[in-house]
């Protein structure tokens, strides 16, 4: 199933509730006060309230053990008079409400990792991880594959210490911080990607669609397989240029979506463009132009 409309979250949301639930939501909502909210063609930048709004659809979207990660970072604005530029604390506002007052787990925190674009960086560091908010909502075990994850190691089976766990079998650790089991580098919580252009998001045709706020398809595509069961139903109420869809449709999951923004340069609606991505996934002719 793909089903990616013009339509707002929370009627995403309640589409995925009606539907008794969906196991993963994969999204990233606009930041709050970001630069790039006018090119969404939406009309307001988004504001704290409409996050917790987001937090309590999310719940009721999710059946239970399902997921929800989400990518949402914080501008670097003066977000408290007098302290000049910060990066702000919107991101972690929206993980303790989540977690506090609407209900959710959180099983781990993780970080994407991406190049940082080269620009201004007196008085602070470049930026080059964002959060990614990993939240479950209570009441089952869910679906959790983390050897979706697995990645031959570049160094081989070598390690440069040897180190026992807590079962007794042996690991290796590499100088770069990375667990190598048997020649298997195993995930840990920073997801790193590269770029987010310039063919090394995983998708020349999804770059191409000059999306503003994109997140790369080797994302969206790691956290559908870790996450969303084979015959299970993925979300993305902020689908922009259909990346999570086209990591759906690649991996064989269902998908609902909607976006409310259009293009900025021809008013081409976000969604339409997101479901002409899934669908052409779906079809083998086209499908190298996107993976
Ligand atoms: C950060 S972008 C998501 C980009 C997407 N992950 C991708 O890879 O292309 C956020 C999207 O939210 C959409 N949006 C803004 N407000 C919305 C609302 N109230 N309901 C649904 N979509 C909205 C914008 O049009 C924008 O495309």
Redesign the pocket.
Known sequence: MIDIRH????E?LLACEALGGVDLIV?????CDARTASA???ADA?REEQYKALGDACFAALKPGGHAIV?VDAPVREWRKGFGTERGFHAWRLMLDWAERVGFRVPDRLAFGRNGLPGAYGGRFRNDWEPLLWFQRPGADGYFDKASLDAPSPYGCSGTTTQRKADGTMYSRVASGAAVENGITRRGTLWSYGGTGHGQSGSAG?EA?G?P???PLRL?IDVVACFCPPEGIAC?????????AVACVTLGRSVIG????ARETDGKR?ADIARENADAIANPTQQSLFV
Do not use: V
Not at 258 to 261: F, T
């Open positions: 339509r707002s979250f929370e995403t999204t990233s909502p606009p930041y969404y063609g939406t988004w990518n999804l669609t999306h706020a994109r997140f969206a993305d109420p902020f689908m922009g240029s259909g990346t999570s909607g976006d409310l923004g976000w």
